[in-house]
């Protein structure tokens, strides 16, 4: 007998679990009498568009800058594409992938470990 394939159950009021942590592409349903939650981690990972490529940099990056460290120092993260590398595996490999073939400027090397 053929089974739908079901993420495994979360909170319907919630994309949070118990330690606070988010849990990536979770889309909440408007209603949840009528319409299950939809898990949307493929198209974040798996799609071959920039929005990866831009978000590490653009929001990443400048938070770990913004910060300082347990001594006060200023925290400077390299500019050159060659001092960085980006890996991932799975879905995530093919979001590394994207990210070294959409801004090669900034991830010079790639590794990708299964990229499915």
């Not at 979360?10 to 009528?34: I, L, N």
């Not at 974040?44 to 800058?65: C, K, M, S, T, V």
């Not at 913004?66 to 890996?87: N, P, V």
Request: proline share 3%.
């Amino acid at each position: 007998m053929h089974r739908r394939y079901r993420q495994p159950h979360r909170s319907r009021r919630t994309t949070r679990d118990s330690w606070g942590g988010v849990w990536p592409g979770v889309v909440k349903a408007a209603d949840e009498k009528v319409a299950l939650d939809r898990f949307n981690r493929s198209y974040e990972y798996d799609g071959l568009g920039d929005a990866y490529a831009r978000f590490i940099p653009n929001e990443i990056w400048l938070a770990a800058e913004a910060k300082t460290t347990g001594e006060g120092r200023t925290i400077k993260l390299t500019k050159s594409g060659s001092d960085r590398a980006i890996g991932e595996s799975g879905s995530g490999a093919i979001a590394a992938i994207a990210a070294g073939w959409k801004s090669p400027d900034a991830f010079t090397r790639v590794c990708s470990v299964v990229g499915t």
